[in-house]
C-alpha cells in the first residue's frame, strides 16, 4: 500500500498511462530474480511455470509473498489488541494463532 501510495504521488493521476512492464517494482523483481522471473501470466493462473527448459515464477508469486508478508504485520496488531480486552491471555493468543496460520 506505501508503495502504491508513492508511485501515484510520484507519476500524478494519470490511470491511462500505466504499464506493468516499466514499474518499478517489476524492476527490482527483475533485478532480483533475473531470468526465473516469467511476466506473462498463462490461463491457468499458476505460481511456477517450466519455460525454456527452467523452472520460473509467475507474477502471483510476488502477489502471494506480499499478501502474507501484509497478513503477518497486521497480525501482530491484531493479536496485541485482542491481549488487552479478553482477560483470558491465553484464549486471546491462541485465537490469534490460529487465525494467522489458516491463512
Known amino acids: 500500500l506505501l508503495y502504491l501510495g508513492v508511485e501515484t504521488l510520484r507519476k500524478g493521476d494519470d490511470h491511462g498511462g500505466f504499464d506493468v512492464q516499466e514499474s518499478s517494482m517489476l524492476q527490482v523483481l527483475k533485478a ?22 527452467m523452472w520460473k515464477v509467475t507474477m502471483l508469486g510476488p502477489c502471494i509473498i506480499l499478501l502474507l508478508i501484509a497478513d503477518f504485520v497486521m497480525e501482530v496488531d491484531v493479536t496485541l489488541a485482542k491481549i488487552e480486552e479478553i482477560p483470558n491471555h491465553y484464549v486471546a493468543f491462541t485465537s490469534s494463532a490460529i487465525a494467522a496460520f489458516a491463512v
Open 32 to 53: 532480483w530474480l533475473g531470468g526465473r522471473l516469467s511476466s506473462e501470466q498463462d490461463a491457468n493462473s499458476v505460481v511456477f511455470t517450466h519455460e525454456e527448459g
